[in-house]
């Protein structure tokens, strides 16, 4: 995210807090700030090298717990993919991911009629929806060019 959109999102963060009734801490928001720098998805290791820059010594699961709680907050996201670790997205808005199965690494995907879909009725679940993000599964383009290598060769 750019410059004012980070400020913006501290901001929101400073809000959403002080209606919980919440500290907004020095931590959480430079977490929070690390998370914004990232302008794809960063895995919550990724997160924990960046922050242990800035604040030396920090504790990886403080972090882990930090990075929950943002996404609590709703802040950032939670992304959902494939891979072993979580991983955090930046972006609030309604969009979509395209999601390799072999390296694992996904895309923001945009897309009009997705963002229109009408979500079905999950009260039957007593499952309560938030929000959805569509993720078409496939191949990525650099794992596509590798595999092609291989099999020239
Ligand atoms: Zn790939
Ligand atoms: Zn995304």
């Known amino acids: 995210l750019d410059e004012p959109a980070r400020t913006e999102r501290i901001e929101l963060l400073r809000r959403l807090c002080h209606e919980r009734g919440e500290r907004c801490t020095v931590q959480r928001r430079v977490i929070l700030e690390t998370v914004l720098e990232f302008d794809n998805h960063p895995s919550a290791d990724q997160i924990f090298d960046a922050v242990d820059t800035r604040l030396p010594g920090i504790a990886r699961t403080t972090v882990y717990r ?64 938030n929000d959805y993000r569509v993720q078409l599964r496939g191949i990525c383009k650099s794992c596509k060019e590798s595999e092609k290598k291989e099999e020239s060769k």
């Open 66 to 129: 930090a990075l929950d709680h943002l996404a609590r907050v709703g802040v950032i996201t939670k992304a959902c993919h494939p891979g072993p670790v979580a991983r955090f997205d930046p972006r609030l808005e309604l969009h979509h991911h395209l999601v390799c199965l072999r390296c694992n690494e996904f895309f923001d995907f945009e897309n009009d009629s997705l963002n229109k879909m009408k979500i079905p009725d999950t009260s039957a679940f007593g499952f309560e929806v």
